[in-house]
């Protein structure tokens, strides 16, 4: 099986992607795929932010999603711990 590596600090996503993986995690919190200790978050004031000013912050500052995200077809989880990875790619 092939795998596509996309390091999304070199090429960072689009706020459109972003909300893409966001449906493909099962969510409507874009915390869920937001680095919330990064001192970015904090120094953004994104403790208190609305939905769509988190979005725009990580299309903006890619260094606030986490990572990684394991998206195999229309599933994605976020790998931390890595051993999560296996709920999507189903391999033991």
């Known amino acids: 099986m092939a795998f596509d590596e ?14 893409r993986v966001l449906g493909l995690l099962g ?14 978050y904090g120094e953004l004031g994104l403790a208190v932010a609305d939905h769509a000013t988190l979005i725009d912050a990580m299309a903006a500052n890619p260094i ?20 999560l990875a296996v709920e999507v790619l189903g391999t033991a």
Do not use: C, K, N, Q
Not at 6 to 19: K, N, S
Not at 64 to 79: D, H, K, N, Y
């Open 64 to 83: 606030l999603i986490e990572r990684p995200i394991v998206i195999r077809g229309s599933r994605a989880v976020v790998a931390r711990p890595p051993e």
């Open 6 to 19: 996309v390091r999304y600090l070199d090429t960072p996503p689009t706020r459109d992607e972003i909300v």
């Open 27 to 40: 969510s409507d919190d874009p915390r869920v795929m937001m680095r919330t200790g990064e001192p970015l």
